[in-house]
């Protein structure tokens, strides 16, 4: 079922919230009532980040999956690669957060995301 939604994250994410408030959704229906979906789904995330940091949930880092690498073209010259390509940094946020920022489900690699976010009042630009 899981790859009727890859890379739909934000839509799954609108259905779990609709199912969370007691809509009836028959792709949760399929495998059971809402708490049995999430308890499974809970434990799928813990099977996965136990595999990737090991079962110490207080070592557990998002940052040490979900970075970003810079590629500079120069880098592609020894010993250049030493001074333009520093190493993988750590970004926050998710495909559903203000700091978006999407990734490589496999590796975590960030492959894309903004820039610069920001939160503006419109009817104030000064504020």
Do not use: C, Y
Not at 39 to 47: G, P
Not at 108 to 116: F, I, L, T
């Amino acid at each position: 079922m899981a790859r009727h939604f890859r890379d739909t994250r934000v839509v799954v994410d609108e259905l779990i919230r609709r199912a969370a408030r007691g809509d009836v959704s028959p792709w949760i229906g399929k495998k059971g009532d809402f708490d049995e979906v999430v308890v499974t789904a809970l434990q799928l995330a813990i099977d996965r980040a136990s595999e990737l940091q090991g079962t110490n949930i207080k070592k557990w880092e998002w940052g040490k999956f979900h970075q970003v690498k810079f590629q500079h073209p120069l880098a592609a010259i020894s010993p250049l690669h030493l001074l333009f390509n520093p190493n993988p940094q750590a970004v926050g946020g998710s495909a559903i957060t203000v700091m978006a920022a999407s990734w490589n489900l496999t590796t975590g690699e960030v492959n894309h995301g903004a820039g610069w976010r920001g939160v503006m009042d419109l009817a104030d630009l000064s504020r």
